[in-house]
């Protein structure tokens, strides 16, 4: 029998996502989030968009949007000059597509949850960007994310604990599972596996594990059907499994993080 922590939840409520940023839950699935002509049309606007993703590639996957990870640069300005035209960027093909994930998922959240939710701000910057598309022909090492590990000169850097959110658009025919592991990233485990416990704001922005690092704990995998969203805490290391595509096929995915803020308040960014 599996664990409590390998349970899955199949209702988005306050309770679920606080069991969620406990880590008393590998993950919540809300089927049918968005429906399969919904995500073929924003595929489809996907495949023959004519954006430059000046702001866009990462590897081993692009993405439209601005990544904070990725666009973060000297000073503030670098990041928050990406924002609006990664936006604009996202417009064109939720408007083709004739719905929009973030929107939907903000909709969701305000319901449940009893605190704030919205898109995080930054005080004399304005808003994050939120709500990339990724496309994977390859997988992800295990790794984590939390971004007060990486910085504190943002609003972000503020959040005590980290969900991410991914609607999947497309899944390979054979592929495309993501594993999580029941081992939490925390000050403690920070200082096991060797890494600084002081938050601090680098250009250096590793956040891979080794698999000797999830020895001995318990995994929860699932491969999810189109128009499914799938949650989950962002401290567990996860990974991601693609490979033996065939010739056009791709896991494509709409999502964020959610950060909570010490005012319980909940924010998104990318």
Not at 88 to 112: C, H, I, K, N, Y
Not at 120 to 130: D, I, K, V
Not at 179 to 184: E, K, L, R, V
Not at 252 to 261: E, P
Request: aromatic share 10%; with cysteine; charged share 15%.
């Amino acid at each position: 029998m599996p664990t409590t922590w390998q349970q899955a939840a199949h209702t988005l409520s306050a309770s679920t996502l606080q069991e969620l940023i406990d880590s008393r839950l590998a993950a919540v699935h809300i089927r049918q989030f968005a429906t399969t002509a919904e995500c073929q049309r924003l595929c489809q606007a996907l495949r023959h968009a004519a954006i430059d993703r000046r702001a866009a590639t990462t590897s081993p996957m692009t993405l439209i949007g601005s990544n904070f990870s990725n666009c973060r640069g000297p000073s503030k300005d670098d990041y928050f000059a990406t924002v609006e035209p990664a936006y604009r960027d996202l417009q064109m093909l939720t408007e083709a597509a004739g719905f929009d994930p973030l929107q939907r998922l903000l909709a969701r959240l305000s319901a449940v949850w009893p605190a704030a939710v919205g898109i995080a701000a930054e005080p004399g910057y304005g808003r994050y960007f939120a709500g990339g598309i990724k496309t994977r022909v390859q997988g992800s090492p295990l790794h984590f994310d939390y971004v007060p590990r990486f910085t504190t000169a943002y609003r972000i850097g503020q959040i005590n604990a980290q969900l991410s959110w991914n609607l999947y658009l497309e899944m390979p025919q054979n592929t495309g599972s993501t594993t999580i592991y029941d081992a939490p990233i925390n000050a403690d485990s920070l200082m096991t596996y060797g890494l600084n416990t002081d938050p601090k704001d680098s250009a250096v922005w590793d956040n891979r594990l080794t698999p000797e690092q999830v020895d001995g704990a318990a995994a929860y995998t699932f491969r999810p059907e189109v128009g499914e969203l799938v949650l989950f805490n962002t401290c567990n290391p996860h990974t991601v499994s693609v490979d033996q595509l065939t010739p056009g096929e791709w896991r494509a995915q709409a999502g964020s993080f959610i950060g909570r803020l010490a005012d319980d308040s909940l924010v998104l960014w990318s």
